[in-house]
């Protein structure tokens, strides 16, 4: 992984230490219409949670290489097993699917996620495909939930930045979950949650989620953070703490020297002797996620804001996009598998400013 030129990052970014918390305006003004209505199908498909922070740690030029030290020492040592993982990691990521769906849309009165399923044609070297769930309403301005399971050969390009793919000839399985919601109200924060599993001549999970709020408050980030500690406590007693420090690090703007949000945790190349400890706790933050992330939802969606807020909510979007075009590391595998462009790119919000 090649360090940026910047100044690196702090070690840490307020997670589970209370931030500054910002009271919301109390003018009266109701939340918006939502901007953009639904649009056409293909226009933002959910993204195939392949295309959404599967590239493993070699793709990554965000974090410096200090970031690379956070992999646990076993992350190259795959257990045998591990080969036999893509189909119940697959199970497990479309359940999940469905049922964060399902609990998103008990927030909304007359929307629903509209599904679209999408393959590449025959002969093409990815095979396989993904579901992609969009929806777009009053609560949740657009939220993207995909599952992807898909399997072929890595273009020459992208063979020397995926581990295990030099050996494998560029074969590689793929499958995964991947989410992103941007809500209308600004007190409601953003959220990223990602699970995925990747083989090549190895085989590893990565996976993690994090919080982008436009005006932080202390009880949501603890909350958000105690909810993630508590599935990495399953897993070790201090992975919590790497897993922290190692988003702290990803989800980081080099260019503006600022953090996209208040953290959460990141992992990549989690493969150690014990696979079955490993897909538990991938399963664990993926429970962790369903359980509080409506929690939040529900506390914040009914807040009074003002067009104020709003505006300072739209700008906090564009330093979101800055990072998901530039440096995010599942867009950049997204284009290097030729997946589907609308599910990758799902995580771009449906209006922001600069």
Same mark, same amino acid.
Request: glycine share 8%; charged share 25%.
């Given at each position: 992984?090649?360090?940026?030129?910047?100044?690196?990052?702090?070690?840490?970014?307020?997670?589970?230490?209370?931030?500054?918390?910002?009271?919301?305006? @109390?003018?009266?003004?109701?939340?918006?219409?939502?901007?953009?209505?639904?649009?056409?199908?293909?226009?933002?498909?959910?993204?195939?949670?392949?295309?959404?922070?599967?590239?493993?740690?070699?793709?990554?030029?965000?974090?410096?290489?200090?970031?690379?030290?956070?992999?646990?020492?076993?992350?190259?040592?795959?257990?045998?097993?591990?080969?036999?993982?893509?189909?119940?990691?697959?199970?497990? /990521? !479309?359940?999940?699917?469905?049922?964060?769906?399902?609990? /998103?849309? &008990?927030?909304?009165?007359?929307? !629903?996620?509209?599904?679209?399923?999408?393959?590449?044609?025959?002969?093409?070297?990815? &095979? +396989?495909?993904?579901?992609?769930?969009?929806?777009?309403?009053?609560?949740?301005?657009?939220?993207?939930?995909?599952?992807?399971?898909?399997?072929?050969? /890595?273009?020459? &390009?992208?063979? +020397?930045?995926? $581990?295990?793919? *030099?050996?494998?000839?560029?074969?590689?399985?793929?499958? +995964?979950?991947?989410?992103?919601?941007?809500?209308?109200?600004?007190?409601?924060?953003?959220?990223?949650?990602?699970?995925?599993?990747?083989?090549?001549?190895?085989?590893?999970?990565?996976?993690?989620?994090?919080?982008?709020?436009?005006?932080?408050?202390?009880?949501?980030?603890?909350?958000?953070?105690?909810?993630?500690?508590?599935?990495?406590?399953?897993?070790?007693?201090?992975?919590?703490?790497?897993?922290?420090?190692?988003?702290?690090?990803?989800?980081?703007?080099?260019?503006? &020297? *600022? $953090? !996209?949000?208040?953290?959460?945790?990141?992992?990549?190349?989690?493969?150690?002797?014990?696979?079955?400890?490993?897909?538990?706790?991938?399963?664990?933050?993926?429970?962790?996620?369903?359980?509080?992330?409506? @929690?939040?939802?529900?506390?914040?969606?009914?807040?009074?804001?003002?067009?104020?807020?709003?505006?300072? =909510?739209?700008?906090?979007?564009?330093?979101?996009?800055? /990072?998901?075009?530039?440096?995010?590391?599942?867009?950049?595998?997204?284009?290097?598998?030729?997946?589907?462009?609308?599910?990758?790119?799902?995580?771009?919000?449906? =209006?922001?400013?600069?």
């Amino acid at each position: 992984m090649t360090a940026p030129s910047t100044t690196p990052p702090p070690t840490t970014v307020p997670g589970t230490t209370a931030l500054a918390t910002t009271a919301p305006k @109390t003018a009266d003004k109701a939340a918006p219409a939502v901007a953009h209505k639904t649009a056409p199908a293909a226009a933002d498909k959910a993204a195939s949670a392949v295309a959404h922070k599967t590239a493993p740690a070699a793709a990554d030029k965000t974090a410096p290489a200090a970031a690379d030290k956070a992999a646990p020492a076993v992350a190259h040592k795959t257990a045998p097993a591990a080969a036999d993982m893509a189909a119940p990691a697959g199970e497990y /990521f !479309r359940d999940l699917q469905t049922r964060i769906c399902a609990a /998103f849309e &008990q927030f909304e009165t007359d929307t !629903r996620f509209e599904h679209r399923k999408w393959s590449k044609p025959e002969g093409h070297r990815l &095979q +396989g495909g993904g579901e992609s769930r969009l929806m777009r309403g009053k609560v949740f301005e657009k939220v993207g939930v995909n599952f992807s399971h898909v399997w072929g050969v /890595f273009s020459p &390009q992208a063979r +020397g930045q995926v $581990p295990g793919s *030099e050996e494998s000839e560029g074969r590689f399985t793929a499958c +995964g979950i991947s989410l992103v919601a941007h809500m209308t109200n600004p007190y409601v924060p953003a959220v990223h949650m990602n699970l995925r599993y990747l083989r090549t001549s190895r085989g590893w999970f990565g996976g993690g989620s994090d919080l982008t709020p436009t005006f932080p408050m202390a009880d949501d980030t603890n909350d958000f953070h105690a909810a993630l500690k508590s599935a990495c406590d399953t897993y070790r007693p201090d992975a919590y703490a790497e897993y922290k420090a190692w988003c702290d690090r990803y989800f980081y703007l080099p260019h503006r &020297q *600022e $953090p !996209r949000g208040v953290g959460g945790i990141f992992f990549d190349e989690l493969a150690t002797a014990n696979v079955a400890a490993d897909f538990a706790f991938v399963k664990a933050v993926g429970e962790a996620f369903l359980g509080v992330y409506p @929690t939040l939802v529900a506390r914040r969606k009914d807040t009074p804001f003002d067009d104020e807020a709003r505006d300072k =909510l739209l700008l906090k979007r564009g330093r979101y996009v800055e /990072f998901n075009l530039v440096y995010d590391r599942g867009t950049k595998f997204g284009f290097s598998t030729d997946a589907d462009p609308e599910a990758y790119l799902m995580s771009l919000p449906p =209006l922001v400013r600069w």
